[in-house]
């Protein structure tokens, strides 16, 4: 045991070397040049206006949201390929049994060489699985593309729009609430 315990103190200082070295090497070579415009802040390019304490417009993150949503949606996808893709080509008759036993425990997970030859999927039943997956697929896209013309009707992919509109916006207006007049004005008002 003691052997386990010095290979993973071993592998600990390393990583740790492997941290702490580029660190220490940059800071004693970098040259030490500080000036006015080095030391002024800004983002991603950008002079700063103002403090940094202010809102932000909930716009950035909705878009942000909307990408992360479809970006993930598209990546289920690749899965659905790798099951279409086994069973389109098990739906090929001119397969050998060994191949078709060899795709079948693929396309169904399986350790290799668990599928016999009575066992494996006929071309028939391959091609059910691939019109199912089409359909499912047509069913999922369906959704996504609800999703998507949902996110476009509401405006929340236009950007210019939602500032026309607020501008366009009556101007509030600015009158006391009833509770800040004083008594004698709201009596005076209502004669």
């Known amino acids: 045991m003691v052997d386990l315990n ?10 740790v070397f492997l941290l702490l070295a580029p660190l220490l ?5 970098r040259p030490k040049l500080p000036s006015a415009e080095k030391d002024a802040i800004y983002e991603c390019g950008e002079p700063t206006i103002g403090s940094s304490y202010i809102q932000f417009d909930l716009r950035f993150y909705v878009v942000a949201l909307l990408f992360i949503i ?6 289920f996808f690749f899965p659905w390929a ?15 049994e060994s191949t078709r036993s060899a795709l079948t425990d693929r ?15 006929a071309s028939a039943d391959a091609m059910r699985i691939a019109g199912l997956g089409v359909a499912d ?3 999922f896209f369906g959704v996504l593309l609800v999703g998507f013309a949902y996110v476009w009707k509401r405006g929340d ?10 501008a366009r916006a ?8 009833p509770e800040r007049i004083a008594p004698t004005e709201l009596e005076a008002a209502s004669h």
């Not at 479809?70 to 990546?75: H, L, R, S």
């Not at 060489?113 to 009575?118: D, F």
């Not at 009556?170 to 609430?177: I, L, Q």
Request: aromatic share 8%; charged share 15%.
């Open 6 to 15: 010095l290979h993973l103190l071993l592998f600990a200082a390393g990583g």
């Open 25 to 29: 090497i940059g800071r004693f070579l």
């Open 70 to 75: 479809f970006d993930v949606e598209i990546a």
């Open 82 to 96: 790798m099951v279409f893709g086994g069973a389109r080509q098990l739906a090929d008759p001119r397969l050998t």
């Open 107 to 121: 396309l169904l997970d399986l350790p290799a060489g668990t599928t016999t030859r009575e066992t494996a999927l």
């Open 137 to 139: 697929i047509l069913v």
């Open 157 to 166: 992919l236009d950007w210019v729009r939602a500032m026309i509109a607020q």
């Open 170 to 177: 009556p101007a509030p207006s600015f009158r006391t609430p």
